[in-house]
């Protein structure tokens, strides 16, 4: 399935090889129901006029184009219909004043100022597009292609659109130094960008896991730093030695990636994160570290300790590396990084206090602050402007630099009421690695939810921001940190379909959003994906099925639930759900055993396979990892980890809170229950906390390797039942522990798990508890 994925996106990216490979996706705009009445159109333009009529569509039309620029755009146009299988026009000869057909035009008499507007019109006689340049000119041959994909490629409505994006920048970043991309990937990324009118690369090139940049003054930044030995079994052979994890870009491919963007009306932003995140730079050079000594390149995630020192030879190698960033990225700005650049190395180190002393500065803050002004000078020198995480806030701001606002919007909100422009990429709302739905089927990540509801609903201007300072927001970005991404189906599952709710926050006037009609909207983007071969995110239109055991009467009652509330259908027979199946209303009682089998519809076609589920006595009486809660006591930072092996292919997942490991079965019916049996792991603890390593809790062990302890009444009573742990799990990775439960104990009860002694190096995970009948 995965192969033949790639086989069609290669094709595509083939067929538009001068021109933007396509694949529109959308937002949640409209209170259009009046203004696009039918049309399924991502995102929803400013302006739309539907009238009476159509103009036919088919390998006989031809296009017509005014200059090689808007030929360019005519070509890109074919290659779209042609890729989404639907007949191919040819295109006119130059000079061609032939009657009908599709004319591309560049025109600069249109209202409006921005440089990416178009016109689009559709009459009985043919159809224009107009724009100011080649970009406004490629988003209205992606708004005609819309409109073709609409209705089959047999016709366009006639119509007339005037259309221009809301921000300037529209963007997304993706981190390539936590797991690297292939060139191919990249520009399948780059392609559906295009066809979401985003117009911003984001591209995150080192980190403490990698440095995936060649810098030629430099080779050892990728010859060492661009390799790590991946924790636990992924990083062991077959031949018992290690395994590197290695990946970079060479200069070469750089330049052939900014122009593939270019060609797609995208730049490229360099990301080259300083003074922390350095941790790769450090093992290859350990001369720029404050320590001295070489570290490996990391193979943990979370927030490290290593920082570059501060001598003037480490901000010469700086202006060396971004001498060289220059030459490759021709954008105007260039991301300096600067988020999450712990004190700690820096306070301890006797020659840095003495640093900060000579330079006159106050502290470690200002420190940082001396590094980033005196960066953001040297890129004012090449005709550059500097950008970096929210953190720059802090010790003071050089007077050009562009603040990137991730921790919330109240750093946005602060720089650009200090004057300065901005990017709003908060994490609670852009963050695309965040999981979007709660279904067991979502892959390893964090599941703090960023549904696609609260992507579509984020306003990029605060509210308390004065009129007069809101042309400071630039734009939005939405950002994927790919710590457990590691394959581009993954990657493809956090982008889409939410990449389209952001293309429309971005484009569309914020007066036309309307959630609801997104939705009314989506399918037809879905179908797009599907005839281009893009691997959407199947959960948000999956049917969850939870069930809750009554044993008393022998039944179980089932509740469904589709994350974006689209109408569910079901079966308890095993058949598949069809239009006229049982509508769901509310939650109902079957008898166990039942096939249950459910799928959200719109518009008499289900969105996703149906969810089948045998409802069974065994079903109810076990719950794995993700159908557990977190005890109270358990701390935050739920995550959704993968185990450390196989080397490659799939891998076990298991939810734990990293902080303070336990897991409760809330009101679990013990009543005839005769013991627990738990399945358990045992993974690497590759997280670095920084200064949260204080938070990190674990009950001590009260023998040699441990113990499982289950409470019952609260995670804070005394245990009922305690069963020692091995020194290690099975050949296959995984522990089976019986917990035989007091004689006594019946009813619902809270049930807490939890393994004892230290989480480092390892730590035990559960995988799936069961209830055991007497």
Request: with cysteine; charged share 20%.
């Amino acid at each position: 399935m995965r192969t033949k994925m790639i086989h069609r996106a290669g094709m595509l990216a083939g067929l538009l090889a001068i021109a933007l490979p396509a694949m529109a996706q959308g937002s949640n705009a409209s209170r259009a129901a009046d203004a696009s009445p039918g049309l399924s159109l991502i995102p929803l333009p400013t302006k739309v006029d539907v009238r009476q009529g159509s103009y036919p569509l088919g390998a006989e039309t031809v296009l017509h184009a005014q200059d090689a620029t808007a030929r360019g755009v005519a070509q890109q146009f074919a290659a779209m219909l042609g890729a989404s299988g639907l007949p191919t026009p040819s295109i006119a000869p130059a000079g061609s004043s032939t009657g009908g057909g599709i004319r591309f035009a560049i025109s600069t008499d249109l209202p409006g100022d921005s440089p990416e507007r178009y016109r689009l019109s559709v009459t009985q006689d043919g159809a224009t597009v107009q724009a100011a340049d080649a970009r406004g000119l490629f988003y209205g041959a992606v708004t005609l292609w819309q409109l073709a994909t609409q209705r089959g490629g047999t016709s366009l409505p006639a119509i007339d659109i005037q259309d221009a994006p809301r921000f300037p920048w529209r963007g997304f970043m993706l981190d390539s130094a936590r797991h690297f991309q292939s060139l191919d990937e990249i520009k399948r990324i780059l392609d559906a960008m295009a066809l979401h009118k985003l117009n911003t690369f984001h591209w995150h090139l080192t980190d403490d896991q990698g440095w995936r940049i060649e810098i030629k003054k430099y080779p050892k930044l990728t010859e060492i730093g661009g390799c790590r030995v991946a924790a636990g079994e992924a990083g062991i052979g077959a031949d018992g030695q290690p395994r590197p994890y290695c990946g970079f870009y060479t200069q070469d491919q750089i330049r052939e990636i900014v122009k593939y963007a270019a060609d797609r009306h995208i730049t490229v932003l360099p990301e080259i994160d300083v003074p922390g995140h350095a941790q790769a730079a450090i093992a290859a050079y350990p001369e720029l570290g404050v320590l001295g000594s070489r570290p490996p390149v990391s193979n943990q995630w979370g927030v490290h300790s290593y920082l570059f020192n501060i001598e003037e030879s480490t901000m010469k190698f700086l202006e060396d590396v971004l001498t060289e960033v220059i030459a490759l990225f021709p954008g105007r700005y260039v991301h300096v990084g600067a988020d999450e650049a712990v004190k700690i190395q820096w306070e301890n180190s006797a020659r840095a206090q003495a640093r900060i002393r000579e330079l006159g500065l106050k502290n470690e803050f200002e420190m940082q602050s001396h590094i980033i002004k005196r960066l953001e000078k040297f890129l004012e020198a090449h005709d550059r402007r500097l950008i970096g995480w929210d953190e720059i806030l802090e010790g003071g701001l050089p007077p050009e630099a562009t603040v990137m606002s991730w921790r919330g919007t109240e750093g946005g909100l602060e720089a650009a009421t200090q004057g300065h422009d901005v990017v709003m990429t908060p994490k609670s709302h852009l963050y695309l690695d965040y999981h979007q739905t709660t279904s067991p089927n979502e892959p390893p990540g964090r599941p703090t939810q960023v549904p696609l509801e609260k992507v579509y609903g984020f306003e990029p201007v605060p509210e308390a921001l004065a009129p007069a300072l809101r042309h400071h927001i630039l734009g939005l970005q939405a950002n994927v940190w790919t710590e457990h991404t590691r394959y581009y189906a993954r990657l493809q599952h956090h982008l889409y379909p939410r990449l389209a709710a952001l293309a429309e926050v971005g484009w569309t006037p914020a007066a036309r959003k309307d959630y609801a009609d997104f939705l009314k909207r989506l399918p037809a983007q879905l179908q797009r994906y599907r005839s281009l071969g893009i691997a959407y995110a199947k959960t948000p239109f999956e049917v969850v099925v939870t069930a809750q055991e009554q044993r008393a009467a022998g039944t179980a009652q089932i509740t469904l639930a589709n994350p974006l509330g689209y109408d569910i259908r079901y079966t308890v027979d095993g058949s598949a759900p069809v239009p006229s199946s049982t509508r769901y209303a509310q939650p109902f009682t079957v008898t166990p055993p039942a096939q249950v089998r459910a799928a959200a519809f719109f518009d008499g076609r289900p969105l996703a396979d149906a969810t089948g589920q045998l409802v069974d006595r065994d079903w109810l009486l076990r719950r794995t990892s993700d159908a557990l809660a977190s005890c109270p006591e358990g701390g935050r930072l739920l995550l959704r980890l993968e185990d450390d092996g196989p080397r490659d292919g799939d891998r076990a997942m298991f939810n734990v809170t990293i902080f303070n490991p336990c897991w409760q079965w809330p009101q679990a019916d013990l009543t005839g229950i005769a013991r627990l049996r738990v399945r358990a792991g045992r993974i690497p603890y590759y997280f670095q906390l920084a200064h949260d390593e204080v938070n990190r809790k674990f009950e001590p062990a009260r023998s040699a390797h441990g113990e499982l302890l289950v409470r019952a009444g609260g995670c804070k009573a005394e245990p009922v039942a305690t069963v020692p742990l091995p020194a290690k799990p099975d050949a296959d990775g995984f522990v089976t522990l019986d917990a035989a439960l007091p004689a006594g104990l019946a009813g619902q009860q809270d049930l807490c798990l939890v393994f004892t002694g230290d989480t480092r190096p390892e730590m035990w995970v559960l995988d799936e508890v069961r209830l055991v009948p007497r």
